[in-house]
């Protein structure tokens, strides 16, 4: 069995919030404690006319939390996505077998499984999902990122500066630069430098949308799973 979760202050402060936000209740003070638990939230509740299924909620709404990472970028074309998930507990064995089915079936990738003391893991090379304890609880951090984005970004920008350089100083030096190879060749190469960078930051913005709707996908699921107390499962990490 695992210790019940408390909340901090920062977190009690938002769950009144939430709890009170539909019908304009008056928020609880409350004296410095060291975190409350969701039994102790719903008594305290019951002092401002909460009802327990009220604070409950506000409770589940903020353990549904979804942080969606900034995409790392790079010359315009994004190189990584991620979300992290805040969860109230542990996965038991069976959520976590369910949660690396979906994994492996949203991302089309067997992965390697493996637990670290609190730490479960599911790796398929770049693309990783890491269920791990936290100050308050547990989270699932999903990320992944494309080695070559930068590679193949650079060596197009290279090509499209030259290019440019080139048909300035043909325009420039005329005694040196003659005939129509002159203008033609850095021409070319302007514009297949500068096709590969647009085609590049267009194929990995529809990557980073498309990994990032999985993630959200795998986010929901892992908030059904391990968002409520389990049931029938003990084992936890």
Do not use: C
């Not at 939390?65 to 109230?88: A, F, H, N």
């Amino acid at each position: 069995m695992t210790t019940e979760r408390k909340y901090s202050e920062d977190e009690v402060g938002e769950i009144f919030a939430l709890a009170t936000s539909a019908d304009g209740a008056t928020v609880p003070v409350l004296s410095e404690q060291e975190g409350l638990t969701l039994g102790e939230l719903q008594d305290v509740g019951r002092e401002v006319g909460l009802t327990p299924e009220r604070v409950a909620a506000a409770v589940a709404a903020l353990n549904a939390r979804t942080e969606k990472l900034p995409r790392r970028m790079w010359l315009g074309t994004p190189e990584s996505v991620g979300r992290v998930v805040e969860l109230p507990r542990a996965a038991t064995d069976h959520e976590w077998q369910v949660l690396v089915a979906e994994l492996r079936d949203t991302f089309k990738a067997k992965g390697q499984v493996a637990t670290h003391g609190d730490l479960r893991e599911w790796t398929n090379g770049n693309l990783h999902a890491f269920l791990e304890p936290t100050e308050t609880g547990y989270r699932l951090r999903l990320g992944t990122h494309k080695d070559a984005a930068k590679a193949l970004s650079a060596i197009g920008a290279v090509g499209f500066t030259m290019g440019l350089l080139l048909l300035v100083t043909s325009g420039l030096d005329e005694a040196t630069f003659r005939g129509i190879l002159s203008t033609l060749i850095p021409a070319v190469m302007a514009f297949v430098g500068g096709g590969v960078v647009a085609g590049n930051s267009l194929r990995l913005r529809q990557w980073a949308d498309k990994r990032e709707q999985q993630m959200e996908y795998i986010a929901g699921r892992a908030r059904a799973l391990i968002g409520a107390p389990a049931i029938g499962d003990e084992s936890q990490v």
